[in-house]
T-cell receptor, first 114, second 112 residues
Framework: EAGVTQSPTHLIKTRGQQATLRCSPI?????VYWYQQALGLGLQFLLWYDEGEERNRGNFPPRFSGRQFPNYSSELNVNALELEDSALYLC?????????????FGQGTRLTVV | AQSVTQLGSHVSVSEGALVLLRCNYS??????LFWYVQYPNQGLQLLLK??????LVKGINGFEAEFKKSETSFHLTKPSAHMSDAAEYFC??????????FGKGTRLSVIA
């Protein structure tokens, strides 16, 4: 069974540009979470989608947005990129109906803003 | 809001020595707690989880953790460290209707 897949693996953008990151959850999982892992800042929660709806949002500016498609895959968009957006972006999925189930993580997308 | 605190951003042990990584949680209700491991340039992998079924939880790779309500702790241990255990370890709590909240992580180094 395929795990959570993220694309691209690496992404280099210029300050002010837009970045789009993609995530495919494990088959059958309805929830997708996005986390930012910047150097020295740990894992910061960005967004949570479940059944196509945004369920929760972390303390990030509106230029961080996303969506979940009918097949439960998800996109994270970052507009007006800033140097401090450089980080590893991790996507995770879970079967949300049971809070006891763990979240499974992808390998991440390394975003570098120059 | 529920949170976890990991004591020690970096722990160094000798190969074969006991591994002890500390995690304390803040919660007014019984929490769901998790330990994840992250190897360099990879995502997170679940080591073990506590869901109130048993206070001593056994995970993968020989790790285990004990839930102690009186100390609000969920420390991760392994009797004998291997070189392959070198990684970053994250404790996390799952509050109701919110995603996982992670601690800041502890980097484990294993010295030969």
């Amino acid at each position: 069974e395929a795990g959570v897949t993220q694309s691209p693996t690496h992404l280099i953008k210029t300050r002010g540009q837009q970045a789009t990151l993609r995530c495919s959850p494990i088959s059958g999982h309805t929830s997708v979470y996005w986390y930012q892992q910047a150097l020295g800042l740990g894992l910061q929660f960005l967004l949570w989608y479940d059944e196509g709806e945004e369920r929760n949002r972390g303390n990030f500016p509106p230029r961080f947005s996303g969506r979940q498609f009918p097949n439960y895959s998800s996109e994270l968009n970052v507009n007006a990129l800033e140097l401090e957006d450089s980080a590893l972006y991790l996507c995770a999925s879970s079967l949300e109906r049971n809070r006891l189930t763990e979240a499974f993580f992808g390998q991440g997308t390394r975003l570098t803003v120059v | 809001a529920q949170s976890v605190t990991q004591l020690g951003s970096h722990v160094s042990v000798s190969e074969g020595a006991l591994v002890l990584l500390r995690c304390n949680y803040s919660s007014s209700v019984p929490p769901y707690l998790f330990w994840y491991v992250q190897y360099p340039n990879q995502g997170l992998q679940l080591l073990l989880k506590y869901t109130s079924a048993a206070t001593l939880v056994k995970g993968i790779n020989g790790f285990e953790a004990e839930f102690k309500k009186s100390e609000t702790s969920f420390h991760l241990t392994k009797p004998s460290a291997h070189m392959s255990d070198a990684a970053e370890y994250f404790c996390a709590v799952r509050p109701r209707n919110t995603p996982l909240v992670f601690g800041k992580g502890t980097r484990l180094s294993v010295i030969a």
